[in-house]
């Protein structure tokens, strides 16, 4: 099987973490059998940076939106691009929060908003 435990906050995933192995090895030893942890991946969190979500609040406010700060603990490409450039992300709502999940689902209109504030975002970094 496979667990994915996320939190901003490195220690207290590793907290997390050790709970599960503990409690894991518990179990395995009352039932009989053995088990294994493997950590196959670990990814560092990154911010966004202040200046592109100021755009991207501008932006939103300019076209009428709630903007609600989040946090995300999905992994994403902006993970990674965060090592060479400056990164925000547009998040969409999405059917009962969930995402992520084959039962993910957001409406048509929610995609294009996203779409539109993306598109405007990246057309004021172009204009630079």
Do not use: W
Request: aromatic letters at 6%.
């Amino acid at each position: 099987m496979s667990v994915d435990v996320r939190d901003v906050d490195r220690h207290r995933r590793a907290f997390a973490l050790e709970k599960l192995r503990v409690r894991g090895h518990e179990i395995a030893k009352q039932r009989g059998f053995e088990i294994q942890f493997f950590e196959r991946l670990t990814v560092a969190r990154v911010a966004c940076h202040p200046e592109v979500v100021s755009v991207m609040v501008e932006e939103g406010r300019n076209m009428q939106l709630k903007c609600p700060m989040m946090i995300s603990g999905a992994g994403h490409d902006a993970q990674l691009m965060a090592a060479i450039t400056d990164v925000g992300m547009v998040l969409i709502r999405c059917k009962d929060g969930i995402s992520h999940n084959p039962k993910e689902f957001a409406e048509v209109g929610d995609i294009a908003l996203g779409t539109e504030l993306l598109s405007r975002v990246a057309y004021r970094y172009a204009m630079k």
